[in-house]
């Protein structure tokens, strides 16, 4: 009975620490998330996230030292303890071309019809607004399976009304602070996957030295591009990668992805209940998770970005959260 005892706490032990191991790795070990569910036929994939509390954001001189101008440092300070008090379901992944299309058709919703997109002309790197690239044909491929991009705040949030109406559920895009302790996932590193930066090409879609390849003529130093090869120069299928520690897909990278804050120029004032933010510039939204066509140093785990809430961008999408 001694050695049985013996043999099954090494076992536990072992187990235990290979658990730990693969969490700090940024691994898909999912301790902490539940089960995922789907409401109805092609809704969004959800998964049960647990009650907890994280830090969010990051310190200036981090952001500096990651290679973030100074003067644009400071957006995701001061660092805040957030405590969610009750779970929330999350999208496994941004919602998907095929999933948009399903809402446009039902509904007959009109999307813009215009959308700022990069690219080369004349041997200049220019961004700019063009007429005709849609959510349906941004300008690069898309494949039912990709996420959604050229689509504005607005649309964002006329998609999670329509899908709260067909399932009778509480769905919403998720707030600063839900994305963020969704993100890491437990984590406290400045990825996800660990504080390696160019380990994330196993991770997510990032501007990686794919992207740069073809853009052409663009910097391709480590200053912009993870140099390392994702495979996608643009958009790739949702959930190509590794999921981070909660089983969830496409968090960094891929797209930038609306949230429902209104903006403000740093954490200051910012909710400690997870709550969503109703004052600073509620005519603009703070997007996070970065995307594959922004510069390397804007990938870190607290990364945000402003956007007027009409902009149709060709690297902005979105994704749920259920909050009941």
Known sequence: ????????????????????????????????????????????????????????GIAPEDEVRLGMPAPQAGKAFPLTKVTFRRGFSMALYPVTVAQFREFVDETGYEAPNACYTQHMSDGHFIYEEVRGFTWRSPGFPQKDNYPVVCVSSEDADAYVAWLSKKTGHKYSVPN???????????????????????????????????????????????????????????????????????????????????????????????PVDGSTRTTGDCDARSSRGGSYGNAAFSTYAAIRAPRHSSYVGHSWGFRVVRND
């Open 176 to 270: 600063e602070a839900q994305y963020e302790y969704a993100l890491r996932a437990g984590t406290t590193t400045l990825f996800f996957w660990g504080d390696k930066r160019d380990d994330g090409c196993a991770y997510s879609n990032q501007p990686d030295l794919d992207q740069g390849e073809a853009m052409g003529k663009v910097p391709m130093d480590a200053k912009y591009r993870f140099q390392c090869h994702d495979g996608y120069a643009w958009t790739s299928p949702v959930g190509n990668y590794k999921p981070n520690p909660w089983g969830l897909y496409d968090m960094a990278g891929n797209i930038w992805e609306w949230t429902s804050d209104c903006w403000s120029d740093s954490l200051k004032g910012a």
């Open 1 to 56: 009975m001694r050695i049985w005892k013996q043999i099954l706490t090494v076992l536990f032990a072992v187990g235990f620490a290979t658990i730990a191991h693969a969490a700090a790795q940024g691994g898909a070990t999912n301790a902490g998330a539940g089960k995922p569910y789907s409401d109805c036929r092609n809704c969004p994939e959800m998964m049960p996230l647990p009650a907890g509390q994280f830090t969010m």
